[in-house]
């Protein structure tokens, strides 16, 4: 079946959707809808749609819509297409929770179904300005559908959507909900409490090593597009606050009653926790081999590590500089595609005098 | 002043100590001590140390001691060595705090001076093996003098620790106690916190975004060393994870009380003072530009950014992925050591259809 697709919202996201989707054999028209007539001319222009429309005629014709606004505008745009929508057509939206916009998707006409889904990627840009054919490339991308979706919608969802190169995932909203609250939300929350915690004091930002830099990176982010989420996912968040701040808690007692044992257990637990995500993500992600080296830390150098494995025709698809030390440099960690490959570029550092292992 | 230095400990900091300070022009003599006659014998032959010598026998000869075990051995060595310090002589450590070992080196014999020493730098290996010339470079290392040492004592100190290249600071034993667990302890145990809320599940560690994976990258330190560096700040954390956790309790009141502005607070501030973090740097290592470019997740990419950026004769001094998108790849922050370095790149990478824009 060849589907016209709505996108209302040609922005960051709508318009990467857009490029991504135009490729899929599945389609047959991707038309998009948006307030801002700029941002219409330019997704357009680049090729993100075909064909720009009015709300309503739009979705009167749409087999496919995705909801791709701020989640605050949902509810509006849900009210006024709903008497329009197809028999059949599936609605499915960008959001990064779950339960809101499922229940906002409550009470559509019969035959139509709702499959909220949320693509686990974003962009340091915002508006179509910033779409990308590949943003969603080996991203998760949850697909929540409601009591009515078939598996036959279900499934036709899943492989239009495959054109964006992402993995999809089948989970309920609130399962989903509660997951993103414990490793997105409350991550977040605590990497601004840290930085809060600074006081801004400059001694300190000096000073802030690596680990400091690394776990509060997402801190930077728009506060205003992080209202929005948090605030989403009221119904998860303050329970799960409880829980760490009952962990931080247990943490402090073990340094009050002098107990390393206690201490010894929380970070051990985490450790053996922590450790598991490399192996876990390979099974979702092509796997690739890790090798460390050393290296002096002077200009050029990653250019040079890029020339030495370029001669040996070894594809770096990951590098990481893992800041041990405080400048930038020192011990670098390269993903390469196989563990041939590996020892490969470890006996070619080697030849350039620069100590590297296998990971 | 030519010095007879010795390091008690030649193991990964006390090695890559002892290969930086040979090439110190104030150096005479570099001499180790250490329990394991392997770590004696690596440390010879890699140059680490000159040559090795009994605890007494050592520190009677020595200007300068460099105290380089576990800080759980400090307070048993110290007591062994005080009767034989040299008059005169300067005692150092490279503990991660500084208030208890100042406190073991309370009473040293009139003349002798304690410098407490702490190199924020680190690797993911361990022992005399992992010893790095270039460990320290680019480091910050505090100096926290006792009420006995002199001036020129101190300005001795640091002119001998230029060898390693690390950025010296001055700071008092309590508040470099008290910076370090904001900075670094405090976020060890929140990221070990985080990683403990996921309670090990599966679907949660697979679908970790970047987000998360750099919060808890720390928790997969080895929780024996963190142990000792943690319970030698028992005097500072306990509080400060008081402070933590008014944070987060306001952050959860903000959601319960659906207090948008509350979080909007708190969420601005953070953004505002970690932004700051880069600029502040700057100050500390050589400036450079950012460019970020956007290239699709696929395998070679990375050492082509590198091939261009040689061709324009453009040193890459930083690389970063952004991880912006849950594969591996997509955005991609580029360092560069000039502005105009960094316009040339952008130009550059536009003439291969790479998008990329300086920050």
Redesign the interface.
């Known amino acids: 079946m060849l589907s016209n697709v709505l996108i209302i919202g040609v922005g960051l996201i709508g318009g990467s959707l857009g490029l991504a989707l135009k490729e899929s054999p599945l389609v047959k028209k991707v038309s998009g809808v948006d307030n801002d007539p700029e941002s219409l001319k330019k997704a357009l222009e680049i090729g993100a749609i075909d064909d720009s429309a009015l709300l309503e005629d739009g979705v009167k014709e749409a087999d496919v819509v995705f909801l791709c606004t701020s989640p605050g505008a949902y509810a509006s745009i849900i009210e006024r297409i709903k008497p329009h929508l197809k028999p059949n057509a599936i609605i499915s939206d960008v959001g990064s929770t779950k339960l809101e916009v499922m229940e906002l998707l409550g009470n559509l006409p019969a035959g139509v179904s709702a499959i909220g889904g949320h693509p ?5 840009t915002q508006g179509i300005n910033g779409a ?1 054919r ?7 991308y ?1 697909l929540s559908p409601d009591a009515s979706a078939t598996n036959e919608k279900l499934n036709y969802l899943k492989n239009l959507l495959e054109a964006t ?1 992402a993995r999809i ?1 089948i ?1 309920e909203a609130k399962p989903h909900d509660e ?1 993103v609250a ?3 939300h ?13 006081g ?1 004091e ?8 690596g ?14 597009l ?2 929005d989420i ?2 989403s996912n ?1 119904s998860c ?2 329970e ?6 009952e ?3 247990n ?2 007692k073990a ?2 009653n ?1 107990d ?1 044992e206690l ?2 257990q ?12 490399p192996h ?2 390979k ?3 092509p796997g690739f081999s890790d090798i ?1 080296c ?1 290296v ?2 002077r ?2 150098i ?6 030495i ?2 001669k040996e025709n070894i ?8 800041r ?8 670098i960690r390269l ?1 390469v ?1 196989t563990l041939e490959d590996a020892h490969r570029a470890v006996a070619a550092l080697q030849q350039e005098a620069i ?1 590297g292992w296998v990971r």
């Open positions: 686990m990627a974003g962009s340091e990308d590949y943003l969603f490339e080996n991203a998760v949850v190169g995932k989970m997951l414990t490793i997105s409350i991550p977040h929350l605590l990497a601004a409490a840290l930085v809060n915690l600074t801004g400059s001694n300190s930002l000096m000073m802030a090593a680990g400091f830099r690394d776990t509060t990176r997402i801190a930077s982010s728009n506060p205003e992080w209202l948090l605030f009221r968040l303050p799960k606050l409880d829980n760490i701040m962990i931080i808690n943490m402090k340094l009050e002098n390393r201490m010894r929380e970070l051990s637990s985490a450790k053996a926790i922590r450790d598991r995500i876990i993500r099974g979702l992600i460390v050393i002096p830390d200009p050029g990653i250019g040079k590590l890029g020339l494995m370029d594809n770096i698809v990951d590098i990481e500089i893992l041990v030390r405080e400048g930038d440099g020192g011990t993903g595609p100590k």
